[in-house]
């Protein structure tokens, strides 16, 4: 009976362990030897500390009190890169590299909101570059948090670059790096295709969340749109969030866990129909849309405009439809991968 309550401690802590450990690690060849180095540990500590030299039930649970909480376990596999203010020096270029990219969409936004309102006069020229300094500093303020939280949480977890690679893309290198002393004639097979680009995931995911931050917070001139126009941004807006912090999440998984990437296709194909609605909306009342024929007058688009309003607006949700097929298609996709 002891020796079963000894085996279920042990056990135990090993799970909680295996449960806490960072996720770059648990597809890895390491992780079952870690695990197995530590039971083998706990195991000698625990005849170690026991008075007859046999491991008992009181020795097994000072064994496990003296190597420590699993947190603190864990920490030292967290502790991966070399420092780099808060983020880690070997994710620091691709750091760089997305805010760069979200800033100049950032900016590029607000100078073309600049423009059109420039020259559709609503506003003065002081008001306008005041509402382009704001939303400059806004915008660039929420991305850099959001770009930054990114990060700060992958190093904390202790990613490398080349832990966003598929296992079955990792395997593969490293037979055509065996293979290179071999006849440069002789053929070699194709490369597998991981079946997420982490790091796409998670900078198109990043820029989208900034792009529905603005849509949702508004920080541009709104006494010239109808209410109802600026309620369906906000909306459009959460939507894009919600979508692009899925999307986020599947970059920051890689190619590990094929369920969880299936299930998070499948939440996302519900938000993405979601948006068409929205659409009819915009396609039945079309003068609520944001058309200026003179300066601080909204007259909305003209009647004979209408079919081609709409034409674009159905383009749009056939897009948005067959977006959702491809979602579909990647759920069937990974299936392979489980």
């Known amino acids: 009976m002891n020796e079963n309550i000894m085996e279920y401690s042990v056990r135990e802590y090993i ?29 000698s500590k625990a005849a170690e500390l026991s008075e007859t030299g046999q491991a008992d039930e009181i020795s097994v649970k000072l064994a496990i009190e003296h190597m420590g909480s699993p947190q603190n376990i864990v920490k030292e596999y ?9 983020i880690t020096k070997e994710l620091w270029p691709l750091y760089v590299k997305a805010l760069s990219a979200v800033f100049a969409i950032i900016v590029g936004l607000v100078i073309i909101g600049l423009i059109v309102s420039f020259f559709t006069g609503n506003g003065s020229f002081e008001t306008l570059v005041g509402g382009l300094i704001t939303g400059i500093q806004t ?15 992958l190093s904390y977890e202790g990613y490398f670059p080349e832990d966003f690679k598929s296992k079955k893309e990792q395997k593969l290198m490293k037979e055509l790096e065996v293979e290179e002393d071999y006849s440069a004639a002789k053929v070699s097979k194709p490369p597998l295709k991981p079946f997420i680009k982490p790091t796409g995931e998670i900078i198109g995911g990043g820029i989208g969340l900034v792009f529905g931050i603005i849509l949702l917070s508004q920080p ?10 600026l309620m369906i941004l906000r909306i459009f807006g959460l939507l894009t969030m919600v979508e692009c912090s899925l999307n986020i999440s599947r970059g920051i998984i890689g190619n590990r866990r094929p369920k969880t990437h299936q299930v998070l296709h ?25 058309f200026f024929s003179e300066p601080w007058i909204h007259v909305g688009i003209p009647v004979e405009a209408y079919g081609f309003y709409r034409g674009i607006l159905s383009l749009i949700i056939a897009i948005t439809f067959l977006t959702t097929i491809e979602n579909i298609y990647n759920i069937i996709k990974i299936q392979k991968y489980k």
Do not use: C, Q
Request: no cysteine.
């Open 220 to 229: 541009f001139p709104t006494y010239m749109f109808f209410p109802d126009f």
């Open 15 to 43: 799970k909680e362990v295996e449960k806490r450990l960072p996720e770059w690690l648990k597809d890895k060849k390491e992780h079952k030897e870690i695990l197995a180095d530590l039971e083998e540990h706990i195991w």
């Open 266 to 290: 499948a939440l996302i194909i519900p938000l993405k129909l979601s948006v068409i609605p929205l659409l009819g909306v915009l396609m039945n009342h079309p003068e609520i849309f944001p």
């Open 139 to 153: 915008g660039l303020l929420l991305s850099f948090t959001i770009v930054t939280i990114v990060f700060v949480a």
């Open 78 to 86: 967290k502790r991966r890169g070399e420092p780099k203010y808060y």
